[in-house]
């Protein structure tokens, strides 16, 4: 069956510092892949999307690669901040008809 | 910006009851979705509809039905709640196309006593 993976324990780094959280899947060849951050209490927010046949995505500070050999994306925050403080979704189209499924999250926690 | 909005933060109502839980989108999106969130299991497709009228079952539907009679708005029926439908439950849009981003409501976190 298909899966998708997600740190499940949160991840603590300090101000300044790079997060990089990870979202591995098997068993299935995706088109895309998406990223959701989700504050306590409030609805995922989509961030970015990356799609098979790009490597890197950026937008600000964040980066996005996808590595469809090694079936993983990786989430890059630079120069974090107490801010990003959140959880963060990684998401699949697992269906091909467009609904998505959704990794369980990590939390990343930055301290000042 | 898109809005999403889900008619309750929060509700409680008693085991056996009728529940209706309502979502509006204000960007003519064609595609909306309900999830619900548990901790440790995360986001779970309940069901999704693609235009009016139309519903499709998503991973988790048995409980539940949908109704989509106008495009902005798709309403989550619990047919007879029960106490394992405790829990959060997240409304989404999104435009039609597969690459397509979901816009969330704030959620309807809802306990069946």
């Known amino acids: 069956s298909q899966k998708i993976e997600q740190n499940s324990e949160a991840l603590n780094i300090q101000e300044g510092k790079t997060a990089t959280l990870t979202c591995n899947y098997t068993?299935?060849?995706?088109?895309?892949l998406q990223w959701y951050r989700q504050d306590p209490g409030r609805g995922p927010v989509f961030l970015l999307l990356?799609?098979?046949?790009?490597k890197e995505k950026r937008k600000e500070r964040l980066k996005v690669t996808f590595d469809t050999t090694l079936k993983q994306s990786l989430f890059h925050i630079t120069a974090s901040q107490p801010a990003d403080s959140a959880t963060y979704l990684c998401?699949?189209?697992?269906?091909?008809?467009?609904?998505?499924?959704f990794g369980k999250g990590t939390m990343l926690l930055v301290s000042p | 910006d898109v809005k999403v909005t889900q008619s309750s933060r929060y509700l409680v109502k008693r085991t056996g009851e009728k529940v209706f839980l309502e979502c509006v989108q204000d960007?003519?999106?064609?595609?909306m979705f309900w999830y619900r969130q548990d901790p440790g299991l995360g986001l779970r497709l309940i069901y999704f509809?693609?235009?009016?009228?139309?519903?499709e079952k998503g991973d988790i539907p048995e409980g539940y039905s949908v109704s989509r009679e106008k495009k902005e708005r798709f309403s989550l029926i619990l047919e007879s709640a029960s106490t394992n439908q405790t829990s959060m439950y997240l409304c989404?849009?999104?435009?039609?196309?597969?690459?397509?981003?979901?816009?969330f409501g704030d959620g309807t976190r809802l306990s069946i006593l």
């Open positions: 989404a849009s999104s435009l039609a196309g597969i690459t397509q981003p979901q816009h």
């Open positions: 068993n299935y060849s995706p088109a895309y």
């Open positions: 990356i799609r098979e046949n790009e």
């Open positions: 998401a699949l189209d697992l269906s091909g008809y467009s609904t998505l499924t």
């Open positions: 960007m003519d999106h064609e595609n």
């Open positions: 509809s693609y235009d009016v009228k139309m519903k």
